[in-house]
């Protein structure tokens, strides 16, 4: 029987035999160093962004930031939610009458009732959702302010929701023109000597740079290059709710109402100096009421945007409506807009060619924007819907005419008006404005487009006028919501990985901008790693007439 072995193979092995492996291994690490030398070091190219030259910038920034506001939304949504199951745990937890042995029926209850009102909250359509909350909102405030788009204030301007407000007992309304910079000095003067007799009005640009304070962001984000930090008629608008709150005695509530787009989120934050409702430029960001207070007597509210009603003419529709661009097709929604601007003036603006009918404007706009399909065809939906978009925004200049004899409007008479100017030190007001005036830069009068408006927007209030939407229409809704479910997800596996690398970055570096990652180690350096370990492994396994590369 053969003795088992009590002792390890021992690895010692003769000079000569470590020498020629040693040697072995500096041939071949010289080997490679050559090779790297030979291709050379390549350095990881910083993220420039798109450069100022190229023609559709604008394009892509705005779809940027569209898909960071709905991203935020969808977070801040969450983050509500999540608040509200909270607090609803909380009081069931605190409830000291509900005895040990009813607390799991009670929790049954409260999950069924749960169950029932997201089904509800499902199946009901959210336009319904939006007139319940607006009503909320005129039937809580004693000040409504009523703001509209400078550019077309009368179209702003809904005759259904003003007669709601005169009904609603004691209450006041205030027409404030917001995005006064857009519009040359002379139209809105003309547009303040018009408006005024009817309704106290504010001369307003608000801020859309303003910082969200409740967030630590650690990450210094670019601000799009449509912002601006100045804001013009805040102290004539503070003055004038400040005087009417004194003339009361009392605490007031100030509401916050208008079409989509026009600015009522941008005009509470600039009131508040913080970004406290969340903005943007899609249409229809706020979607429930918001309550801000200003100071200890004055509060104001946030509501979602007025319904337009669908008998309005198709250019209301295109402009005030957020899905305007997805009911109707985006070529007849911008060709709306196209056909009641001045085409003399939009051709100087956009740089494009004389056209005959607006197939063949967006046709150029296409290609004077580099917007082109596969083969090399004009992407004419691209530039309808790069039209509508800015036309919406908050960059392109235009401007309406007002009428040119003054009439009251058909939902109010004398009464109405004098009952709305009392309480408030119009003399004050329009000191302020003149102010105000004085203050913007307002485009010249040959930079902006000429734009024909088609008047007072109807609007829908009742529950019962709002048409039922279409299976499809449902389809799509649906389809949207999990497009943004998908989004939110990426983003927060996004914001991990940022948090990750912001712990391990000193705080020197904490306030730049995030960089694309640098390789740690290249390939040659791991084979290197790979070839020193193999030196410690047995003499057998070394092979000498095999090259390792």
Known sequence: MKRPKLKKASKRMTCHKRYKIQKKVREHHRKLRKE??????????????????????EALLREAELRKQRLEELKQQQKLDRQKEQEKKRKLDTNSGVEPSNV?????EFGQCNAKNKAKAGKQNPKKLYC??????????????EVLDARDPLGCRCPQVEEAVVQGGQKKLVLVLNKSDLVPKENLENWLNYLKKELPTVVFKASTNLKDKR??????????????????????????????????GKAIQVGVIGFPNV??????????????????????????????????QITIIDSPSFIVSPLNSPTALALRSPASIEVLKPVEAASAILSQADARQVVLKFTVPDFKNS????????????????????????????????????????????????????????????????????????????HSIQAIRGPRLASSILFQSSGLTNGIIEEKDIPEELPKQK????????????????????????????SDVSPARETCEVLPEEPQADEQSARCYVLDGMTEEEDDAYDFSIDYV
């Open 104 to 108: 799991e029926p009670v929790k049954e």
């Open 132 to 145: 319940q909350e607006l009503k909320k909102v005129i039937e809580a405030s004693d000040v409504v302010l």
């Open 215 to 248: 967030k630590i962001t650690k990450i210094k984000r670019k601000a799009a290059p449509f912002k601006s930090e100045v804001c013009i008629g805040k102290e004539g608008l503070w003055k004038l709710l400040r005087g009417f709150r004194e003339m009361l």
């Open 359 to 434: 197939l063949e404007f967006f046709t150029s706009l296409a290609q004077r924007r580099g917007l082109h399909q596969k083969g090399g065809s004009p992407n004419v939906e691209g530039a309808a819907k790069l039209l509508w978009s800015e036309w919406t925004g908050g960059s392109l200049g235009y401007y309406c005419h007002p009428p040119a004899s003054w009439t009251l409007s058909p939902h109010f008479n004398e009464s109405i008006v004098t009952d709305m100017m009392w309480g408030f030190n119009l003399e004050e007001l329009g000191k302020n404005n003149a």
């Open 475 to 502: 389809e799509r809704k649906q389809e949207t919501a999990e497009d943004y479910e998908d989004l939110d997800a990426d983003q927060e596996s996004v914001d991990e990985a940022a948090s990750a690398k912001s």
């Open 263 to 296: 600015g009522k989120s941008s005009v509470i934050n600039s009131l508040k100096q913080e970004r406290i409702c969340n903005v943007g430029v899609s249409m229809g960001l706020t979607r429930s009421m918001q309550v801000v207070p200003l100071d200890k």
């Open 36 to 57: 790297a030398k030979k291709r050379g070091h390549k350095k990881s190219r910083k993220d420039l962004g798109v450069p100022n030259s190229a023609p559709f910038k």
